[in-house]
């Protein structure tokens, strides 16, 4: 009896805690909001349509990231084996999968493809079919892809990590406080414990509702360029470099390449295949010779014109000539179209180490060529130190441990060997400074603003030149023949029939690894008029083999042609 009474009081007290649980607290209080809330979210799932995370769009308004789509949903059913098999083949999908994940499922989830980690954008036509299709257990809807498939400008963009959903690699992460989600849009399911509709929720889709978000990075990248440079990198075979186009006028980021490709969508960050080599530091090889003309006209070592003879060897310098027998009499301007080691062995040898240096500095060598501020001040937060371009490094001329004042060391500094590295982005940025004519050289922008949601500026970032750089409208003139002699009839001779004619230099570097040589190319087009700085890496190639960079130019300039044209801008 004392038992059977303790009991019943235990029940009574149970009894009224659940009746104040349920009455009186959600009668107008603070307390019984939330135990409402607490409620309902115990009988709710979510599947995110949209995380939130700012966008990137080109500089034409045309989207990077954040692509809206439209992607499958599927709920727990028991499917009938003709909606399985017809959804199956509405879906490119075998049977046995679909049937298995629809077994698994205690919730909704989005259609995946196999071995893919972000849910499947559905082609229109795929979309239509299968909203015609009346499947009860499945559902189109509205959703949007972080990127495209396959990828643009994979490398610049960089990837976000998948469980934190924070930045990287590119402008992901040098932007991260500006793309990071303040808010996603879930549908939300709503179902009692027994696992039907809940009766007045049933399925919705909630957003944060905030008018300013996400936030919009506008690029400087023109998505129809980017295109034609990927497609023309990955025509010449080239499994391992870089590519770079720069606008002339503005020296702004148009297009930007890089192998190995990955997946960002799919990243082993171990493999290093999302490493940008477009910003990384390589051994320049025959490119660099424009610094060192640049150098010596400017310094007054040599003049237009001046004659040389190689004889294949340069006694002093203990250096050989790519011709083995030599060039013979050669004037300046030949030596550099045909890529004469000797005579410009002999330039760094009369300009010496300090002169060098000098001119290594206003070319920008040492230090990473992007945009960049001490200071970014933002509505959002003030930004120390804030560079666009991720992992940018800064080359150098002299490494440490040279001996920089020996003739071996200037003779090789001069055809860009011993320890020079630039990257291709700085390649890029003095034959844009040759292009434009001279003056200092511009530091390139990927990102020129970033936008309220509405489309309003709420930071921009204006163009930009690097400060104590230099190069003399003078030498600009003459390095820009001299390009257009290396595209006509010299060692980028390819290049001659090109429409509207281009101007460059070519460069093949010794890697220290045996038979393999990094293949360059830096040159701009048109000719008369050029609108782009290109640059072009191709690492590890057979040493005797044809220039891939050269060849990758010349696709890309024949392609450039056709806009041009297109666009009312002569060629001819």
Known sequence: MWLTAVIALLFSVLAARLFWLQSRPAIGTEEGAALVRQSVAQRRSDVVLDEGRGLIVDARGRPLSGFRTH???????????????????????????LRGILAGLSAPVLWMRPGEREPAALA????????????????????????????????????????????????????????????????????????????????????????????????????????????????????????????????????????????????????????????????????FKTVIAAAALDAGATRPGEPFVCTGKHERGRIRCHARRGHGPVTLEEAYAQSCNVVFAELALRLGRRQLEQAAARFGIGRAAGWRTDELRTPLAALRNFAQLDGEEAGHLFAPGDMPDDPAVLALTAIGQHSVRITPLQAAQWTAAVAAGGGRLPAPR????????????????????????????????????????????????????????????????????????????TGFYPQANPRYAVAVLARNRPENSANAAVETAERLFRSLSRPLEESGNRVL
Not at 451 to 471: H, I, K, V, Y
């Open 446 to 521: 990927a990102v020129s603003r970033v936008m309220w949601s509405n489309g309003r500026t709420m930071a921009a970032f204006p163009e930009q030149t690097m400060p104590d750089t230099f190069l003399s409208g003078r030498t600009a003139r003459w390095l820009k023949s001299a390009m257009a002699m290396t595209a006509t009839r010299g060692t980028a001779s390819r290049l001659a029939g090109v429409p509207g004619g281009a101007g460059g230099k070519t460069g093949t570097a010794q890697t220290g690894r045996d038979g393999l040589v990094h293949q360059w190319f």
């Open 71 to 97: 992607a499958l949903l599927l709920r727990p059913a028991n499917a009938e084996e003709d909606d399985v098999r017809e959804a199956a083949r509405l879906l490119g999908e075998r049977e046995e999968r």
């Open 124 to 287: 229109p036509d795929q979309a239509a079919a299968l909203e015609a299709s009346d499947i009860p257990w499945l559902d189109v809807v509205p959703y949007r892809r972080r990127y495209s498939d396959p990828p643009v400008a994979a490398h610049l963009i960089g990837f976000v990590m998948r469980r934190d959903r924070i930045g990287a690699a590119g402008l992901e992460r040098t932007f991260e406080p500006f793309l990071k989600s303040r808010g996603s849009t879930k549908l939300s399911f709503y179902r009692t414990a027994g696992g039907e509709p809940l009766g007045g929720l049933d399925e919705r889709i909630a957003g944060d509702g905030n008018p300013h978000y996400p936030l919009v990075l506008a690029a400087t990248l023109d998505l129809d360029i980017q295109r034609l440079a990927e497609r023309s990198f990955a025509g010449s075979g080239i499994g391992d470099g870089a590519l770079v186009v720069l606008d002339v006028p503005s020296g702004d980021v148009l297009a930007m390449v890089s192998a190995p490709a990955f997946d960002p969508g799919n990243v082993e960050p171990k493999d290093g295949r999302w490493r940008n080599r477009a910003l990384i530091a390589e051994v320049p090889g025959s490119v």
